[in-house]
């Protein structure tokens, strides 16, 4: 008997959710393409969302990018940007689409800063079930920050300011610098 965890991310893809409905005459022309095309995954969540397949409460939307409110608002006005075509992760997405995600959630991170009064925004991306990503479909959270803590549930998971071994990071950085070489 089999007694390891199963990968997420295959819980992920092979959860079950209504099949896009590609003949949907209001669908956009590119997302009938990519969905014909297998861009956009039939056993995705936030590919059902962007199909139309799964309800949102759309904030934005262009050729390549969605935006909607998260339903487990870390703060209020916490929001996701994904892009249309589907990639698992930071690792996968390609560069295009990795830019439209960054350059809208900028601009929503803005208009939410004015209009909700925010004192600042985060912008986060979890790659990995070990670093907390539930929905294996790129995304970016755009949370609002408040002094306010009302209106804000996020906490740091660490503590900035309390200084690392410099002999550590300097091995690290000098790892990572040979790697991109």
Known sequence: MDTTDPDPADQHRNAV????????????????FWLASGAMSDQCLFCGI???DIPSAKVAEDDMTYAFMD?????????LVVPKRHSKDLFEIPADDLTAVTLTAQRIA??????????????LNCCGADAWQ?????????IPRYIDKAKDRLVLPWEPGIPGD????????????????
């Open 50 to 52: 962007v199909a139309g």
């Open 166 to 181: 410099m002999d550590a990071i300097a091995a690290m950085g000098g790892r990572l610098r040979a790697a991109l070489d």
């Open 17 to 32: 959710r209504p099949q896009a409905n590609l003949s949907r005459p209001d669908a956009p022309p590119l997302q009938r």
């Open 110 to 123: 803005k208009a939410a800063a004015g209009e909700f009064g925010a004192d600042g925004v985060n912008l």
């Open 71 to 79: 339903i487990n608002p870390a703060s209020d006005g916490h929001l």
């Open 134 to 142: 539930t929905v294996f479909h790129f995304h970016l959270h755009v």
